[in-house]
């Protein structure tokens, strides 16, 4: 492992906006926005599946202070998606702005634009619609090639080979496999079969879905929104709209909080048609009840796994079968369900002798699902970890000595993951870490406190991407600046995570000057380098290099000016320590001067922007661990405490990487025991408002800690890997694990109620 | 959002009954439940200049006003005295702070919602409420009567001698309780309120004097046992009617044990 | 109706509709640090000072505030900027759609307690939700902050 001197990387500095936000400034969409935009709302259906016959607006359009109201018949009719994925998109064109045939309770019936809001909300009650009620197909079990057909349409369509036939109710499907895996499962000494659940459960980020638009001073359309993808959005918005992209500037200004939810144009594209119709500025704000009941949780999933070993606890074959349900529209359908076998069976592949891996998403009268933390990865973390802690509690092995046995270690080839070889990877000094900090030989026996309660513990490991190999793009340009300093812009999006602080950081340690002398801006889609988004844990990694790239074009640039200066051969220079110097010499040129120069009869400009792409998607690799307090009567769990360490390569920033990590893990715990997704007589998500789902409290998370283990990625800028999706993996296995030991039973569903806890009876 | 057309600071309780008559109007309390909803209203009554924010302490009682926040009995140190913490345990997770600083002991008694931890705690001591109206009335009694346009003024607490223990079963730490439980002993006589069960909070005796002969870990489940019988509990989202049924006898044999000191 | 507040120490006058929130009140007399994060009132995001005390300004009619003095992050700059750089150097403010509801608050937690434990910053704070830092970070910027007024 490589541990380089670095200045201004693996250093904790603060984020370059701390103080704007911890201080309140107004930087977020709403806070810069025109206060006499018209108010944008949206009137949703009733019906989880109906066909609007008529829909009667003039008595709405008659309230003082409405602009006007936008129905299915207002819209264009060609069809688009809004999953923010590089083009084509695997997620299928099955949207119109407004459809006619409404496909969830919550769908879009009509666009309501009016002075106040206090005007469109009254306007909205007063629309008349008529349905045409339809039976709906809701238990995703029973959708493929069921009768009732969420998208008959004729006009479906996929651009991507991914498997989906909507006349069978089938976004995609997806086959790989690896040795013969009936063949080995049968001569196991032992096979763990069973299906884990986990539900739709939601970002909650505390900024709700925001978009704002305007034309500006060229008579383009501007889109300010709380958004992970400009350049996507800015696409998105052209297909849905039907004008050019060239006549669209998407901006975002700082978010609050995505975890993937504004990966998908879920707000932008009703006010972008409101101030196309009306040339008024326009702002749509979704209500926090807007967010559950039409947003885009996770996907809801059921994963089948068989998983054979012998007697002595040798993971020996996989068997992996994914349903997942992407609710009434396709939105990342096809791609979460690949990371479920993907970022789970790796990390077996010591030895595993094979492996199969398939799976089906399909179609339902339920809201659409989108793009969360973890990404299928963890949906398929919770049935794999969880299987395997079955079989060491079924072998009585201690689940970390199997982990031991069986965890990928660094070098080896993963067959499942790509055929990558993994060539950082530091999962065994993870989990040797982990113990010892966790004390996991004291924890994990169950202790019984008394008055019904038992301590105990369970433990989970997790890995993910990188990036998406061969598909991601980031890019940068750095600009030298009269003081010295750079300007770093960049297409990716910092949405709370601190991107623009640690690319900062690598333009710093590259051009050898402070990060105070960095000043980032991001993301526009007019003064951008392209950028596929802040997604896929991929912005540290790609735009990371991307950055790098660009440091040394930079450098090469500012050699050849100072070389004109010098009047000498480039080859006579080099650039160290910040400035240009002339090998053998002691004559330098700074900076300062080299701006000066290209800034005065100079050809030659003092930029350079780069992009990059990988070939590769380095997984991060993460050990948790948790200690609980189970009350068995009442079946109230508390988190006592929780240790986690990762291996992220090098991080960039450890208090950031750290940060990341705790909260990843708080979202976790409460997924795995508070954060519940029932649904109501309208076939809307109950858990509508944060008085029903409930997320977790500082009350809620016991005390965290989370350390690193470096280990150095060779493909990536300055050895580091990713962090941001990982660290939610591990809280749904662990915890699962350490209710087991208190009370002898496997809850494969999540999340696990206190009621579930206290009333189940061990198995056989 | 619930949408008011005219807003009114009662400058007496007289002319707050009788804009109360109408009813297009209502009193505005902590207005924290009140505004998640969606109806509309023509005046909006509010008492907060009526001096009705004030806990007073007498010999004899405590007398807390209708727009006392329960903050403020969370923090009222002969309140928390008398009733050994039970005042503040039933209400320190409610929420956050900044919510209980609005909200109010006259609106929590008065909405006599089924998820209520005031009214739960509150049932299980010698408690009354004085209305504009109807005069002082035995909060257990007040607790059954339907909703009709009188004023809540004060909330009586009275100074019997007593020993309260309070619990709640909540699935996430600040959440609506899954189920209330009280367990006390007041004048000699132990009592259970049980609430959030999830309907009205509701007040029994042990008339079967199970506790009589003290408490011990058997007389402590037979009481139990026969409050689990005698309350009717149903399911939503937070607990079917079997899981807060067998709370009832977790909660209530655990209260009846701490009561006891075991 | 006509109302009276003193916002950040400005007395403000203004004309309202009855049913006017004060959250929406002080938005728009610029005070833009005051978010909107749930219906429900239950996330913390628009807490503001009323007489001093910490409240849900989504949930206080804007005509309840009329004579009263109401404080906003805008107009306690100084008394945050004591403690904020704690929070930053931890990484803690994330996202920061949370940060002003959660410094008014740490604000009114020191002003009443001005030595918390660990366990009174977390009841204290437990209505000022995060989605993004898992709250570890903000209780060890809260201490690192009173460890170095002891030193």
Same mark, same amino acid.
């Given at each position: ?22 201080? *309140? ?205 400009? @350049? ?35 707000? #932008? ?112 973390? @919770? ?58 030989? #004291? ?61 900062? =950081? ?72 910040? =400035? ?51 009350? %068995? ?115 494969? #569903?999540? !999340? ?11 198995? #056989? | ?21 109408? %009813? ?73 702070? =900044? ?164 | ?42 996330? *913390? ?68 307690? !001005?030595? !918390? ?35």
């Amino acid at each position: 492992m490589e541990h380089k001197n670095y200045k201004a990387i693996n250093q904790s500095v603060r984020k370059k906006d701390s103080m704007q936000l911890l201080l *309140g400034k107004p930087v977020y969409t709403d806070d810069i926005t025109s206060d006499d935009a018209l108010v944008v709302k949206l009137l949703r259906s009733p019906h989880a599946n109906a066909i609007v016959q008529d829909i009667n607006v003039t008595i709405a359009k008659k309230v003082p202070g409405v602009v006007d109201i936008y129905t299915w018949k207002d819209v264009p009719k060609q069809r688009f998606e809004i999953a923010g994925q590089t083009y084509p998109e695997p997620s299928p064109y099955d949207r119109l702005i407004i459809d006619r045939h409404v496909r969830f309770s919550g769908d879009i019936v009509a666009i309501i634009a009016a002075e106040t809001e206090k005007a469109a909300n009254k306007a909205m009650k007063l629309i008349k619609v008529k349905y045409e009620v339809l039976e709906p197909v809701l238990d995703f079990h029973t959708a493929k090639d069921n009768p009732i057909l969420v998208h008959p349409e004729e006009d479906w369509a996929q651009y991507c080979p991914v498997g989906g036939d909507n006349k069978r109710n089938l976004v995609s499907t997806e086959f790989h496999a690896d040795g013969d895996v009936e063949a080995i499962l049968s001569d196991c000494d032992i096979v763990i079969d069973h299906k884990y659940h986990t539900k739709a459960y939601n970002q909650a980020m505390m900024e709700t879905f925001r978009t704002y638009c305007e034309m500006d001073r060229y008579g383009r359309l501007h889109v300010i929104s709380s958004t992970q993808i400009v @350049f996507h959005a800015r696409r998105i918005l052209s297909q849905a709209l039907g004008i050019p992209k060239s006549r669209i500037r998407v901006e975002k200004p700082r978010i609050g909080g995505g975890f993937g939810a504004k990966q998908t144009a879920v707000s #932008e594209v009703y006010p972008a048609f409101v101030t196309l119709k009306t040339g008024r500025p326009c702002e749509l704000i979704f209500t926090r009840e807007e967010c559950f009941i039409g947003g885009c949780p996770r996907h809801e999933m059921e994963i089948h796994v068989r998983l054979g070993a012998s007697k002595d606890g040798i993971i020996r074959a996989i068997d992996f079968h994914a349903l997942s349900n992407s609710g009434a529209y396709g939105e990342h359908g096809p791609t979460t369900v690949g990371l479920t076998g993907t970022k789970s069976i790796p990390m077996y592949t010591s030895n595993l002798e094979a492996y199969r891996f398939d799976c089906e998403v399909v179609y339902t009268n339920t809201v659409s699902a989108g793009a969360y933390r973890g990404y299928g990865a963890t949906q398929g973390l @919770f049935a794999v970890e969880s299987a395997v802690n079955e079989l060491a509690e079924k072998l009585h092995i201690d689940p970390t000595s199997i982990r031991d046995k069986n965890m990928v270690k660094e070098g080896m080839v993963m067959p499942a993951y790509y055929g990558e070889t993994a060539n950082a990877c530091a999962l065994d000094r993870c989990l040797d870490h982990c113990r010892r900090i966790f004390n996991w030989e #004291e924890k994990y026996p169950v202790r019984d406190m008394g008055n019904g309660k038992v301590r105990t513990a369970g433990v989970a490991m997790a890995m993910q991407g990188s990036c998406i190999s061969n598909l991601d793009v980031g890019s940068a340009t750095v600009k030298l600046n009269e003081d010295g300093g750079y300007n770093l812009l960049i297409g990716a999006a910092d949405m709370g995570t601190g991107c623009d602080t640690i690319l900062s =950081q690598m333009v710093a340690e590259s051009m050898g000057c402070s990060v105070d002398n960095v000043a980032v801006f991001g993301a526009d889609t007019d003064a951008s380098p392209y950028d596929s988004g802040s997604y896929a844990s991929s912005t540290t990694y790609i735009t990371g290099m991307a950055v790098y790239k660009a440091c040394e074009s930079l450098k090469k640039r500012m050699c050849a000016i100072a070389a004109e200066m010098l009047d000498c051969n480039v080859d006579e220079l080099a650039f160290e320590d910040g =400035q240009v110097i002339r090998l053998g010499t002691d004559t330098t040129v700074s900076p300062v001067d080299i701006t000066y120069k290209a800034q005065c009869n100079s050809n030659l400009v003092a930029e350079a922007t780069e992009s990059h792409a990988s070939p590769v998607s380095p997984p991060p690799y993460m050990v948790g661990m948790v200690e609980i307090e189970l009350d %068995k009567l009442t079946g109230k769990v508390d988190i006592l405490d929780y240790k986690a360490v990762v291996d992220c390569g090098i991080p960039i920033n450890p208090a950031l990487a750290r940060v990341q990590t705790e909260g990843g893990i708080v979202q976790g715990i409460g997924h795995t025991l508070m954060e519940n997704v029932t649904f109501n007589r309208f076939n809307r998500p109950a858990e509508s408002s944060f008085l029903q789902y409930k997320i977790p409290t500082r009350l809620d998370m016991g005390k965290l800690r989370v350390e690193f283990e470096h280990s150095y990625e060779p493909t990536g800028p300055f050895g580091a890997k990713s962090i941001g999706e990982i660290v939610i993996n591990t809280p749904g296995p662990a915890i699962a694990h350490a209710i087991y030991r208190a009370t002898g039973v496997w809850h494969r #569903e999540l !999340p696990i109620t206190p009621e579930q806890i206290a009333l189940s009876k061990p198995e #056989e | 959002m619930v949408t008011i057309q005219k807003y009114v600071r009662a400058k007496t309780l007289e002319e707050a009954y009788t804009l109360n008559q109408n %009813k297009r109007n209502r009193i505005v309390a902590g207005m924290l439940w009140m505004k998640t909803g969606s109806g509309s209203m023509n005046t909006a009554i509010d008492l907060c200049d009526l001096g009705l924010d004030k806990i007073e302490e007498t010999e004899e009682q405590f007398s807390i006003g209708a727009m006392v926040t329960l903050r403020q009995i969370e923090l009222h140190e002969g309140l928390n005295a008398y009733s050994s913490g039970a005042i503040r345990n039933a209400v320190h997770d409610i929420i956050g702070v =900044q919510f209980r600083n609005s909200a109010t002991v006259g609106g929590s008694i008065w909405g006599r919602f089924g998820f209520s931890d005031v009214l739960t705690v509150f049932l299980a001591l010698d408690t009354y409420v004085e209305l504009y109206k109807g005069g002082i009335l035995p909060l257990e009694q007040f607790a059954k009567l339907p909703y009709d346009n009188d004023l809540l003024v004060r909330v009586i607490v009275k100074k019997a001698p007593a020993a309260v223990v309070y619990s709640a079963m909540r699935i996430q730490r600040t959440d609506f309780p899954v189920l209330t439980c009280t367990v006390s002993q007041v004048d000699g006589q132990y009592r259970a309120s049980i609430g959030a069960r999830p309907g009205r909070a509701m007040l029994v005796r042990d008339d079967e004097h199970l506790l009589a002969d003290g408490i011990t870990q058997q007389s402590a489940e037979a009481f139990a046992a026969s409050v689990a019988e005698r309350v009717p509990t149903l399911g939503n989202i937070r607990g079917s009617a079997a899981y807060r049924t067998h709370l009832i006898k977790v909660l209530t044999q655990r209260n009846v044990l701490a009561l006891g000191g075991l | 109706m006509e109302i009276k507040i003193k916002l950040n120490g400005k007395m403000v006058v203004d004309n309202i509709e009855a049913d006017l929130l004060l959250i929406d009140f002080v938005r728009s007399h610029g005070c833009r640090s005051v978010k909107r994060g749930c219906e429900s009132s239950n996330c *913390g995001l628009c807490t503001v000072l009323m007489d001093g005390k910490p409240v849900l300004s989504c949930s206080v009619l804007a005509a309840r505030a009329d004579g009263h003095t109401v404080q906003t992050l805008e107009g306690l700059q100084e008394e945050a900027s004591n403690f904020v750089g704690f929070i930053a150097d931890q990484g803690a403010d994330q996202c920061g759609f949370c940060n002003p509801g959660f410094v008014m608050n740490t604000i009114s937690l020191l002003r009443e307690n !001005p030595d !918390p434990t660990d366990d009174e910053i977390r009841a204290y704070l437990s209505g000022n939700l995060c989605r993004c830092t898992g709250y570890e970070g903000q209780l060890r910027g809260i201490r690192n902050y009173l460890n170095s007024r002891k030193d």
